[in-house]
């Protein structure tokens, strides 16, 4: 079933059941925000690299609104929801873009998540975390062991650049995005012996725990 929503891109990737802050400060996404503060509804969060507006993306709402200027412009934070895949490109007549887009769903059952894998991917973040000397707050592994997409929680403390996030987003496999993860941790690690400042990739992720 199709379904038509508005879109916004940006140069990021939000994941289902992340939260991430916005400033909103273009005319046509602050009517887009006013719209849906007002009707209770949502919008698309695409990631947009280079030229190209990505397929797959995320389905958010507006959970906080933290400040609202003068100008109008404002300070949000939005949680993902869910994925979608979108099928076209339409311009509404204030200035932003509908799309029909469909649902993304898993194609394996929760119940065959390999927790032999996903446990050596948390001892991988965990050793990775203590090598760059960053602390994260317990809200962060309190939400990874609630959430039934751990690889997605994972994903916003992984140094992952926007195309690798785009591709795990894009991944219809649990299991397959822990082991993709996994793999990114190998690399990561000789990378951050090499070079600090990949440290600074990691916590400055953007996502709100």
């Known amino acids: 079933m199709n379904l038509k929503i508005p879109i916004f891109p940006l140069a990021l990737v939000v994941f289902p059941n992340s939260k991430y802050p916005l400033h909103?400060?273009?005319?046509?996404?602050?009517?887009?925000?006013?719209?849906?503060?007002?009707?209770?509804?949502?919008?698309?969060?695409?990631?947009?690299?280079g030229d190209t507006i990505s397929e797959v993306g995320v389905y958010v709402e507006v959970i906080s609104v933290t400040k609202i200027y003068e100008s109008g412009e404002l300070d949000i934070v939005v949680a993902g929801k869910?994925?979608?895949?979108?099928?076209?490109?339409?311009?509404?007549?204030?200035?932003?873009?509908?799309?029909?887009?469909?649902?993304?769903?898993?194609?394996e059952a929760e119940s065959d998540?390999?927790?032999?894998?996903?446990?050596?991917?948390?001892?991988?973040?965990?050793?990775?975390?203590?090598?760059?000397?960053f602390n994260v707050n317990q809200g962060f592994w309190e939400a990874l062991e609630k959430t039934n997409l751990k690889s997605f929680k994972i994903a916003e403390k992984s140094g992952l650049s926007?195309?690798?996030?785009?591709?795990?987003?894009?991944?219809?496999?649990?299991?397959?995005?822990?082991?993709?993860?996994?793999?990114?941790?190998?690399?990561?690690?000789?990378?951050?012996?090499?070079?600090?400042?990949?440290?600074?990739?990691i916590l400055g992720d953007g996502y709100l725990n």
């Not at 046509?28 to 969060?45: E, H, Q, S, W």
């Not at 390999?114 to 973040?125: E, I, M, S, T, W």
């Not at 993860?181 to 690399?187: G, P």
């Open 113 to 133: 998540l390999n927790y032999n894998l996903f446990f050596a991917l948390k001892q991988r973040v965990q050793e990775m975390l203590k090598l760059v000397n």
């Open 82 to 107: 869910w994925r979608f895949k979108r099928m076209n490109l339409d311009m509404h007549p204030d200035g932003y873009y509908d799309c029909d887009v469909t649902k993304v769903s898993d194609q």
């Open 24 to 49: 909103i400060f273009e005319e046509r996404y602050k009517t887009l925000i006013n719209k849906c503060l007002a009707n209770g509804t949502g919008f698309g969060i695409v990631s947009r690299i």
């Open 162 to 201: 926007i195309l690798q996030q785009q591709e795990l987003l894009t991944i219809r496999s649990e299991n397959k995005r822990l082991s993709y993860l996994l793999e990114h941790f190998d690399k990561l690690e000789e990378k951050l012996e090499e070079n600090r400042a990949m440290r600074e990739l």
